[in-house]
């Protein structure tokens, strides 16, 4: 009830107030002097009443005010960590630092591979001047080409010369003209054509995949190399040597999805058309051309390869654009942590195998490394994941084109996989070996003048990679 109380003490006239006492009649005064005790009470309690209205307001705030005060400080109180606590989080923060520095780790290792050549010592500069180094690491480079060949099983389908040699086609009724074998449906010419075929499979059940170590264009570079000078020799060595790793990984690829097969009917891959770093593979038609690897037949024919020997196919580093795009949508470029390069893959597969391989294209691989990448360094084993896959294109195949004469796919359909693909290269892994005229070339160095060796190409001569689809 008091605090409905409402009583205006500016409106009282006082003055009237007065007058209206002195008009008040002593008798009668004194008639009511009994209630005075009571009247005064009421008088003194409504002045308390007031009094404490007024007050209590500002007091009944300042108590909330310590309330809350009260509840976060005991809340803050509450929330401070124990010592046991604070010692578990520190633990939990330094697996976070762990976790980054083993990514770090395996980021430097995935980089870190064996080299094509060790002694001599090529990288970063050779210790031996002469030109003879050169000559070392070309025979080195095409016998780990060849080495690849091998572990896929691989050979290119019969040559023209093979086919001439076996079924005396030059003088018998059919013949080879424009790259296709001429079958006539009767007489000679029919016999004939069975015993080219019996010839193509032959070599189709001998092998699990068709290749040549020409459709890897290096391999015909240092087939020919004649030295020139120190700096172009030297780009060349490194722009081949990381080729190779790149090229290691496409042919570990095809070795796994081949792995239960023994001849190319049975193969998900049944061949390499070509590596390129410069644009798309181009399979050209060398009629007469067969290229031979150490301790194995002539290989050639009808066989497809990737590009032209007169050209060097020299990996770019990406820094703006490459060759295959204008911008990747990875966004990834060379920077101070990674060199990034692109190339181009063409195969043909069974046409159920084009998910299975670029899956396993972009997957994890096993590798070795020899620490400080000398010869006699310890032997380590790591692994990588390096390619993105940045895009795909599938082409039906006609078996019957005369490109594909000599070849022998099996029964199933098989399309051509065209990939274009991101590989990524941790400089902290393998800087330490990268020649000064490509450092140079990527700005990680003091600018000087350096000859650009020729059919390098436009963009930054060299390469390295990423991880995918």
Known sequence: MAKNLNIDFKNIDLKQLVGSLKNIKLTSVKKYSALFPSIGLLVATLIILIVTMLVGGSVSKKMQDSVGVASRVRSAADSVPSEAQAQEDMQYLEKYVQDADQVDSLMTKASQR????????????????????????????????????????????????EIRSQTGAGAAGGGLMGGGFV??????????????????????????????????????????FVYKSVDESLQNCWSSQVAYWI??????????????????STSPVKRLLGIQFNGPVQVINPQTMGFGMMGMEPMGGMQGYAGGMSMLDAPMYVKTSSPFLPVAWTGRVCNDQIDVVHFAVAIIVDSSATAP?????????????????????????AAHNQITILQFEIEPVQKEDAVHAYYRYGKNAVVRLNLVCEYVFSRNGYDVIKPTPVKKALGQEAAGTTATPDGMGGG???MPGGLGM
């Open 357 to 381: 391989f670029m899956k396993e294209l972009c997957s994890i691989k096993p590798h070795t490394f020899r620490e400080g990448f000398l010869e006699k360094g310890k032997q380590e084993t």
């Open 247 to 264: 090229y290691e990984d496409i042919i570990q690829t095809i070795e796994t999805l081949n792995a239960n097969s023994t001849r190319v």
């Open 460 to 462: 930054t001569p060299m």
């Open 183 to 224: 079958t006539p449906t009767a007489g000679p010419g029919a016999s004939m054509n069975a015993m080219v075929d019996a010839v193509c499979l032959k070599r189709a059940e001998e092998i699990s995949i068709y290749a040549n170590p020409s459709s890897l264009n290096w391999y015909g570079y240092w087939e020919k």
């Open 114 to 161: 064996e080299l094509i050549c060790y002694n001599p010592v090529i990288f970063p500069e050779p210790t031996d001047k002469s030109a003879q180094v050169y000559n070392v690491f070309a025979r080195d480079y095409r016998a780990a080409i060849e080495s690849l060949m091998i572990r896929m099983k691989a050979k290119d389908a019969p040559s023209d010369a």
